[in-house]
């Protein structure tokens, strides 16, 4: 007899792969036993069952490597808590490189691994041959190994996380569709099937390639597409033993797993296939795709020549099938932006089946919590705008996204599809002056300008690429002279009303009781005290505040002040990104510079810094502000769009005669981490607080009324920190740092770079990173050690500051 579906749950899970699966057993784990799976067919039918079962644990990023590694050792022991053989074998994974380029990213990967106790051997190509004798290494230059990897059966895996979920009260229901999402007021409220509705706490949607359809019936943005993955499986030959490490040959585009004495050979090639472009059936269900032999045929060939036996073995299977690939290769999961109590957990891109546990996890605790459990920010589906969910725009990005996968992961590298989505009105002008752009949120941004007879294209390389004297002539600019810079992706909000000052006053950390025309630098922290934001306030009236923030961070943090706009408030926010283009005037000579333009006193005493007034600019009225990015005297012009190219073109011409120099986000970076200015997703998120990154200088502590986090910052304030955000310079002045490089103290491993650039008037590459000592960190600690780099495998030494290197009493910034 089937079971009847409850009228009620605490969380209805719609979707039952792996990623579903998980979510539901990691519910019941901690307790919540009212859990309801839905499943359209059967489990694991849409793309998990033909996942190829790699286990591997070193991503991009400490957390997402932590998820990683919390998978594999909950995989260990599923088989032993259920009963369920999953086939997990710890054999290890070998990756190789054939070029400096490759050699260099495994070796900072390796790096990276040391900071979570992650063992990883960099080894030289006869170790590589000894852990796998098939290979031909004549063009092997070096590779890593990591012995805790290993391979799994995505069904077996996911029937044991079910098995896990039900033996603990979870309900799992197959060939049940879900048809509607029920919602009312923004918050989800149940789902509704063919056989009725359940009322639930939470929705969560683990729904693979379908996730972004059914997401927007209800508004929601979940920006992914499927394409076409291909893998074969060989008939048994001689040398295949169950002993065999995963390989991975990422300058081939190709992975390889021993699968019953035979080798499954897959591929993540250069130009995918996008594959639903009108629909997935209604019936698919453990569907396989046609076949394109053409289309793998120089995988095959690669493959010949990487293990010549291949050249005699025969083909068991020739395997198509879908699976689906975000914008930027990274989770979309959380909480909907819009939708409150609507979770997400999709576009896994090919690694659901060695993410799933992790993601079980986080997921789980988040609604428990009701906050994420670690710094998620860069798999946050709030950072997602809703042009991404746009078809036209997914199926152009994603056949570059899968070939990612194994792509070298080149510092700077900019995407080469779904490209020009928002440019702003300088784009085609700038463009003429030379303007190499680069793309973030959408935003066609100059990163860089080519001089005459340059070509205007990025040479990707781990050393000093072909646009760094270019950087560093843009950056010395500044520095002495005055730079012009296209600020306008930033995201723009409106707050207006008898109410704003009141609402806004208790999201900001700093105060912003401020008289109209006063800029306030802030951050908007969690109730634990977290960094949620870092952005900037200007009061524009009695009533009316402007907020300035990353163009990146534009969904994420208007709705985080909306969603703390008590109802009865007498305040309106609006977005207004569009609405107004930004140039930036940086340089110590911008005053005089702007003086030339504007019968406005831009004068010290008449315009001081943090001040921010209208000025008359050609035949338009600009808002000045006097703020930098840049650790100069500068400002910002904030232009109604329609003004901008003629305000640009009067500054370019009057820049003429003094020198004005177009600057991009390149030499903006560098000039920032001179500065030791934090980066938002970066150097601070919502796992950090105030006081560890030092920026206690911008909460007002004892403000009337406090504000959000206020007693969790406080208290860490008086008790003290176990980490602090320290700036540091290389003494080699060859070397360069980007992430994630390890941070040692005294010899002892304490932590990691968040971010790095080369300084160019410092003179060598500067980091900004966390030290990290569970008895505390104070100035004392940190100024008392004698610190180094790891850098590609190599100890490189650096001197440590917790004041900026460059201009350490801002002096230059308000002169």
Known sequence: ????????????????????????????????????????????????????GLIGQLRDS???????????????????????????????SLSVATHEGRFEDLKRRADMAKVFNLPVDVIGPQTCKEYYPLMNTEDVIGG???????????????Q??????????????????????????????????????????FVVLCCGMWTREFASTVGVTVPLHACEHFYIITEPFAGITPDLPVFRDYDACAYYKEDAGKLLIGAFETEAKPWGMNGISEDFCFDELP????????????????????????????????????????????????????????????????????????????????????????????????????????????TETLGLLYAVHWPFYQYGTARNVRKSPF?????????????????????????????????????????????????????????????????????????????????????IAVEPGRLVYTQWLNERGGIEADLTVTRLSPDTFLIVTAGASQVREFHYLKDRIPDDARCILTDITSSMAVLGVQGPNSRDFLQSLTRVDMSNDAFPFAQSKEIDLGYAFVRASRITYMGELGWELYIPTEFAADVYDRIVDAGEDVGLQHVGMHAMNSLRMEKAYRHWGHDITDAETPVEAGLGFAVAWNKPGGFIGRDAALKQREQGVRKRLVQFLLRDPE???????????????????????????????VGLGYVE???????????????????????????????????????RVKM
Request: aromatic residues 10%; glycine residues 10%; contains cysteine.
């Open 291 to 398: 076949d394109d032999f053409d289309h793998f045929s120089p995988i095959l060939e690669g493959a010949i020549h990487r293990v010549p036996s291949l050249e005699h073995a025969g083909i068991q299977k020739f395997f198509c099938g879908p699976e689906s690939f975000t914008p930027d290769d990274r989770y979309q999961l959380g909480e909907a932006p819009n939708m409150k109590r609507l979770f997400v957990a999709a576009g896994l891109n090919s690694i659901g089946i060695q993410s799933a546990g992790g993601i079980g996890k986080v997921i789980s605790e988040w609604m428990r919590d009701g906050h994420p459990p670690s710094d998620l920010a860069s798999v946050d589906i709030r950072r997602n705008l809703p042009f991404q969910a746009n078809p036209n725009y997914l199926h152009d990005r994603v």
């Open 1 to 52: 007899m089937a079971k009847e579906l409850p009228k009620k749950a605490q969380v209805v899970i719609v979707g039952g792969g792996v990623i579903g699966c998980s979510i539901a057993y990691h519910l019941t784990k901690m307790g919540w036993q009212d859990v309801v799976l839905l499943e359209r067919k059967q489990l694991t039918s849409g793309t998990t069952w033909h996942a190829a």
């Open 160 to 201: 044991g996380l079910a098995k896990g979920a039900r033996m603990r009260g979870a309900q799992i229901f197959e060939n049940t569709k879900v048809t509607k999402i029920l919602h009312n007021d923004g918050q989800a409220t149940g789902v509704e099937t063919a056989e009725g509705r359940i009322e639930a706490d």
């Open 62 to 92: 400490r957390n997402m490597s932590e998820l990683a590694k919390y998978t594999a050792e909950l995989y260990l022991g599923l088989e032993e808590e259920t009963g369920q053989a999953n086939g997990y074998k710890v054999n290890g």
């Open 773 to 811: 000592n569970p008895d505390g960190v104070d100035a004392t600690f940190v100024n008392a050690g004698s610190y180094e780099i790891l850098v590609a495998g190599d100890m490189v030494p650096a001197t440590a500051s917790l004041q900026p290197l460059y201009d350490p009493k801002s002096a």
């Open 427 to 511: 784009f085609d002008r700038m463009k003429e002056k030379g303007a190499v752009y680069g793309e973030a949120a959408g935003w066609e941004r100059p990163n860089w300008y080519a001089p005459k007879g340059e070509k205007a294209e990025y040479i990707y390389s781990y050393v000093k690429q072909n646009w760094f004297e270019f950087s560093a002539t843009e950056h010395r600019a500044v520095r002495e002279n005055v730079g012009l810079l296209d600020q306008t992706s930033f995201a723009k909000f409106r707050l207006e009303g008898p109410d704003a000052e009141r609402v806004l006053n208790q999201v900001c950390a700093n105060d």
């Open 144 to 158: 890593i190994f990591l012995p805790s990897d290993g391979q799994a059966n995505p069904v077996d895996i996911t």
């Open 735 to 765: 070397k360069m740092l980007y992430h994630n490089e390890p941070i040692y103290r005294d010899g002892a491993l304490v932590g990691y770079l968040t971010s790095g650039m080369y300084g160019h008037t410092l003179g060598a590459a």
